[in-house]
T-cell receptor, first 114, second 114 residues
Framework: DAGVIQSPRHEVTEMGQEVTLRCKPI?????LFWYRQTMMRGLELLIY????????DSGMPEDRFSAKMPNASFSTLKIQPSEPRDSAVYFC????????????FGEGSWLTVV | GENVEQHPSTLSVQEGDSAVIKCTYS??????FPWYKQELGKGPQLIID?????GEKKDQRIAVTLNKTAKHFSLHITETQPEDSAVYFC?????????????FGKGTKLSVKP
């Protein structure tokens, strides 16, 4: 299996611009997660979906952040407008209930907002 | 909510020595405790996990112990090798992991000197 695929791997953008991060979960997985990693706060869960439906978005920091999962093989995390404090590594991860609860992470999208 | 504390934040050992990383959690309802290894520029990868009905689990050179009474769990790596150098994260969950409520520790940077 190709694993969780994220794009872009690296993005540098100017403050105020819209940023869209993309994720393709492992085929057959029914849970999809978006995490953010920073030195100060570590790994934080932003939002997760089950069968394409958002279950818990309490970790989404502000209304500037939004996430969608239009189908089982694709999800986006959008930041509009972006701010320097959004600079972080954003990880997408997936799992399936019958798989022993293992959560598989992608390689991450490294975002820098200048 | 759940809070996971991880110690030490950095650990340096000589090749062949053992390494121990400790975590404590706050919510006695937590029942799933995975450990992830993160190499530079990559996403976290599950290396071992333990559930609350087990006190110890071993997989070759790595082992995890769980003390539910004291609410702490530890990762033990024996016969360390340079390729073990990475950041290790512990996590705790009440929903077995698939529900997305994995709470991570802040990580331990392990350096194995040849």
């Amino acid at each position: 299996d190709a694993g969780v695929i994220q794009s872009p791997r690296h993005e540098v953008t100017e403050m105020g611009q819209e940023v869209t991060l993309r994720c393709k979960p492992i085929s057959g997985h029914d849970y999809l997660f978006w995490y953010r990693q920073t030195m100060m706060r570590g790994l934080e869960l932003l939002i997760y979906f089950n069968n394409n439906v958002p279950i818990d978005d309490s970790g989404m920091p502000e209304d500037r952040f939004s996430a969608k999962m239009p189908n089982a093989s694709f999800s986006t995390l959008k930041i509009q407008p972006s701010e320097p404090r959004d600079s972080a590594v954003y990880f997408c991860a997936s799992s399936y209930r019958g798989g022993g609860n293992t959560i598989y992470f992608g390689e991450g999208s490294w975002l820098t907002v200048v | 909510g759940e809070n996971v504390e991880q110690h030490p934040s950095t650990l340096s050992v000589q090749e062949g020595d053992s390494a121990v990383i400790k975590c404590t959690y706050s919510d006695s309802a937590s029942n799933y405790f995975p450990w992830y290894k993160q190499e530079l520029g990559k996403g976290p990868q599950l290396i071992i996990d333990i559930r609350s009905n087990v006190g110890e689990k071993k997989d070759q050179r790595i082992a995890v112990t769980l003390n539910k009474t004291a609410k702490h769990f530890s990762l033990h790596i024996t016969e360390t090798q340079p390729e073990d150098s990475a950041v290790y994260f512990c996590a705790a969950s009440m929903g077995g992991g698939s529900q997305g409520n994995l709470i991570f520790g802040k990580g331990t940077k392990l350096s194995v000197k040849p």
